[in-house]
């Protein structure tokens, strides 16, 4: 076997650390980003004159949509 093949545990250990940090990173990015796209989209509706408990509604929807839990929810059999 090669050297390789022998160090793979120890090279994964090391790198687990920091695939863990851009992960987490990543996530609270993408969850910024929702929160700022629902807020628009809710500004937007109201600005077009819509009322404000409709707006909130569908702005509710919208927040929903992007939820990863529920994408991946919905993805399962």
């Not at 920091?18 to 910024?32: H, V």
């Amino acid at each position: 076997m090669s050297d390789t093949g022998d160090r793979f545990p120890v090279v994964l250990m090391a790198t687990l650390p920091r695939l863990a940090m851009n992960l987490g990173l990543t996530f609270l990015r993408f969850q910024s980003h929702r929160k700022r796209g629902v807020r628009r989209f809710r500004d937007a509706l109201e600005a077009g004159g819509m009322p404000h408990r409709e707006a909130a509604l569908l702005a509710r929807s919208y927040h929903e949509a992007g939820s990863l839990r529920e994408m991946l929810r919905g993805s399962s059999p």
